[in-house]
C-alpha cells in the first residue's frame, strides 16, 4: 500500500501518485429554480480582472443584465447569490427582491451561486470585521463608505457570509441592477410602440402599456443593446409580499422559498454528495488539542483492508483514501495512530486560567458611558458568571471535494468565507491562486463553523498525494475534535443602585481570550490555530465584550476585558458574545429587580430611556406571553436584548416558560416580540426567529465541549444535549412591523433564551443559575 508524506506551505503534510483525469464538465447553467431547485455542481470562484467583469457568463439563449441577473428566451430570470445558502434562506430572498423590483414573475425565477468577484462585496461585513484586519492593513476603516476599504474589499473579492448581513450589503445593489433591467426592457418596448418607456411598467414578467404586453423573454436580447438610466430608477415602494400570477391573480402562498422542494425529496445537492469519476473516499485521524505531532502507526494492520487506496500522513493527522469511507475509516482504526504531546489541555485547567484572571489580570476598557465605574469601590451588588466551551452542533461534519488534474486544482466545499479557504489551499500546495478554483455548495447547518477551512487544506494535499479525486468527509469524533468553539467565558458584574432601586453604575468585567483577534488571524493572516493565538497574547477584544453596554439608561457604564491566553483555539459561533452577554445582563438586571422588590417587566421599562422600539417588544411578548409578573411560582421568566448600529438594529424581548423535573429542564413555551424593522419575507423573518430560539435553548441547556489530556468528552452528536423535537416548547412569535432598516434576525434571537429560562427557574425554584449551559453546575 503506497504511503507517502510531504509538507505543505502552510505547515500541513500530505503524500502518494495517480494518473490525473480530465476535466469535469460542469454545467454553468445548473439553476436552483422555482418548484424543483437542485444544489448542483454550479459556477467556480475563480480570479477575475480588476475589471470586475460582469460573473453571470450567458448560455445559449441567455442575456446578462450586469453583474446580478440574466434572462433566457424561455423567460427564466436567472439572479447571481454570492453568499452561501446554509439555512437561512438566502437563496430565495435576494432573488425575491430582484424579482420585486424587476417586475417578475416568481415561478420563473431561478438562482446560480456566483464566482468570487469585486463586483459582490460584503462592505458592511468588511468595515465590521475591519479591526480584525488592521494588523495586516492598519490604514483601514470601519465605515463602509470608506474608499480604501472598498477598494481593498473588492481587491480581496470579500464576500463572506457572515453576521446577518446579506440583506444590507446586497439589498439596494440587486434593486438597482433590477431596476436598470426593468428599465431597458421597457426601452426596448417602448422602441416598438413608439411610446416614452417611462410610462410602460412591469408586471409577472411581462412589459405593460395600457392592453399591449410583450414578455421579458422577447424583449431581453433586444433591450440589451440600451443604456440604463442613471441613476436607476427604483420604485418608490417595493411591492406587497405577494406573488401574482400572469393574469393577475394572487397566488396563496408569498414567495415560497426556492430550496425547499430539494431538500425535502433529497435531490438537493450538499457538499457531500458530489460525485467525480475516479474518485475516492478519505477519512482521517487529528492529534489531541495541543499541536500534537503524529509519531506512529500500524502501515502493516492496515494491508487487508479491501478498497484501501492509499495512506497520507500528516505533521498533525493520518488519512486514508479507499473505494468507500468506511473502509477508509476501518483502515485507520486498523492503524491506531499515536500522537506526541506536552500539555493537553483540560477543562479544569481552562476553569483556572480564567478564574483567576477574573480576579486578578490586567484589564483594558473596551467601552464606558458617563463617568464609567468611578465610585464602585464598594459595589451594592458584585456577582460572578461563567460560560463552558459551546459547539456549534451541525447536522452536516466538514466535507470537501478536491481534484487535481494538469496543475490545476478544484474544491467542491461549503465556505462561508471561499476566497479565504481558496488562497489558504493555494498557499499549501505553492500554486498560483489562479489555478485553484472553487465549487460553492450549500451547507448543511454552519453557525459559523463554515468559517474555517482546515478540511480544504486537507483535501488539497490528499488529492495532491493520492493522485486521484478525493472527498475528504470527518467523521463526528472528527469534527468534535478540531471544533473552536465559542470561547469559554467568566465575568462579574458589578453594580451601584441608587435608593430607588435603580442602577446608577454597572461595571462588566469579562475574563476571556480574545477570539475574534484570534479568527482573523487564522483566516486573514492564514495563520495556524496555535499560530494565531500566540499572535493576538493579551489584546484586547471588543468583540468578545459585545452586548455589554445594556440597552437601560444607566447612567454610568463600564466594560472592561482581560485578556487570556488559554490552551485552546476558539472561534466565531452563531450569536457570538452575545450569547452569552446578554446571559449576563439580562440575569443581573433580574436578580437587582428582585433584591429590590420589583417587577421584573416595569422595572426593565423604566430603565429603557427613550428605546420606544424596545419597551413595545417587552410590553407585547408580556401579552403574548401571558406574563404573570414573575413572581414565585408562575415558572416565568423575561429577558430583552437590542443588537445592531444606530443605523441599522433589531429588539427582541421574550417570555420563557419553564420548569425542573426528575427529567431536569423542561421549556414548555418561548413567547417573543420582535423588531426587526422593514420585513422582506416574513416566512423566512418567521423561521429565522423561531430557530435561532430553538439554538438558544440548544446554548442554554447544552452544547457544552469538556477537555481532558486533550480531547473532547463530547465524541457525537447526542452528547452535546441539543434539543430534540420533543424537547422542543410551543413557540409563539409577534413579529412588530416597522419602516426602519431591516435587520437579520438569525443571531438576534440566539441572545435571550438563556437569561429568560434562568429567570424562569429561579421562579420555579427559587435557585439562580448563573453559569452556561444552566444544568451543567447542577439544580
Known sequence: MPIASATGSTGHEAGSEGAALKPLEVSRRGLLAGAAVGGGLLVAWMLLPRSYESPLTPGRGETAFGAWLKIGSDGVVTVAVPQLEMGQGVTTLLPQVVAMELGADWRQIAVEPTPASG??????????????????????????????????????????????????AFELPCREAAASARAMLAMAAAERWDVPWEDCEARSGFIVYGRDRLSFAELAAEASNYSPPDPPPLLAEPPADV?????????????????????????????????????????????????????????????????????????????????????????????????????????????????????????????????????????????????????????????????????????????????????????????????????????????????????????ALIAREIGRPVQLTWSRWQEHMTLRPRPPVAAVLAAKVGADGRIDTLRSRVAAPPSAREFGRRLFDNRTSWGAIAAVEGEADAFVTEGLLPPYAIPNV???????????????????????????????????????GQEPLSFRIGMLGDDIRLAQCLQRAARLGEWGGGAQGTSQGLACHRMGTADRSGRIALVATAAAGEGGVRVEKLAAAVDIGRVVNRDIA???????????????????????????????????????????????????????????????????????????????TGLRLRRLPLLSGGL
Open 119 to 168: 463586483a459582490f462585496t460584503n462592505l458592511p461585513l468588511a468595515a465590521r470585521w475591519a479591526p480584525l484586519w488592521r494588523p495586516t492593513f492598519p490604514a483601514l476603516n470601519d465605515d463602509p463608505d470608506d474608499y480604501l476599504l472598498r477598494r481593498w474589499a473588492e481587491a480581496r473579492r470579500f464576500g463572506a457570509t457572515a453576521e446577518g448581513t446579506s440583506l444590507a
Open 243 to 459: 406573488v401574482s400570477a400572469p393574469g393577475g391573480a394572487e397566488l396563496d402562498i408569498a414567495w415560497p422559498r426556492l430550496d425547499l422542494p430539494s431538500k425535502v425529496d433529497g435531490s438537493f445537492q450538499f457538499a457531500g454528495d458530489v460525485r467525480l469519476p475516479g474518485m475516492v473516499h478519505a477519512a482521517i485521524r487529528h492529534g489531541p488539542l495541543d499541536q500534537a505531532e503524529l509519531s506512529s502507526f500500524e502501515r502493516e494492520a492496515a494491508a487487508g483492508t479491501r478498497g484501501l487506496v492509499g495512506i497520507v500522513r500528516g505533521k498533525r493527522w493520518l488519512a486514508a483514501a479507499a473505494e468507500t469511507w468506511w473502509a477508509a475509516e476501518q483502515a485507520l482504526d486498523a492503524m491506531a495512530p499515536r500522537f506526541r504531546v506536552n500539555s493537553p489541555v483540560t477543562s479544569a485547567r481552562l476553569d483556572e486560567l480564567l478564574d483567576g484572571n477574573v480576579r486578578r489580570g490586567e484589564t483594558e476598557r473596551i467601552v464606558e458611558r458617563g463617568n464609567g465605574d468611578e465610585g464602585l469601590e464598594q459595589p451594592t451588588l458584585a456577582l460572578r458568571y461563567d460560560v463552558m466551551p459551546a459547539a456549534h452542533g451541525t447536522i452536516e461534519t466538514a466535507s470537501a471535494t478536491a481534484r487535481l488534474s494538469d496543475g490545476r486544482l478544484e474544491l467542491w466545499i461549503a465556505s462561508q468565507a471561499p476566497e479565504s479557504a481558496r488562497e489558504a489551499a493555494a498557499r499549501a500546495l505553492g500554486m498560483a491562486l489562479a489555478d485553484v478554483v472553487l465549487y460553492p455548495m450549500p451547507a448543511g447547518g454552519s453557525f459559523d463553523r463554515r468559517l474555517e477551512h482546515d478540511h480544504a487544506i486537507e483535501a
Open 558 to 596: 463600564a466594560v472592561d476585558h482581560v485578556p487570556v491566553r488559554l490552551p485552546l483555539p476558539t472561534g466565531r459561533l452563531r450569536g457570538n458574545a452575545h450569547g452569552y452577554t446578554c446571559f449576563f445582563i439580562e440575569s443581573f438586571i433580574d436578580e437587582v429587580a428582585q433584591r429590590n
Open 686 to 764: 418567521l423561521q429565522q426567529i423561531e430557530g435561532g430560539l430553538i439554538y438558544g435553548l440548544g446554548l442554554a441547556l447544552g452544547s457544552a465541549m469538556e477537555y481532558e489530556r486533550g480531547l473532547p468528552a463530547q465524541s457525537r452528536l447526542a452528547a452535546l444535549d441539543v434539543p430534540t423535537l420533543a424537547d422542543s416548547p410551543e413557540i409563539a412569535v409577534d413579529l412588530i412591523e416597522s419602516d426602519a432598516e431591516p435587520f437579520d434576525p438569525g443571531e438576534l434571537a440566539v441572545a435571550p433564551v438563556a437569561p429568560a429560562i434562568a429567570n424562569a427557574l429561579f421562579s420555579a
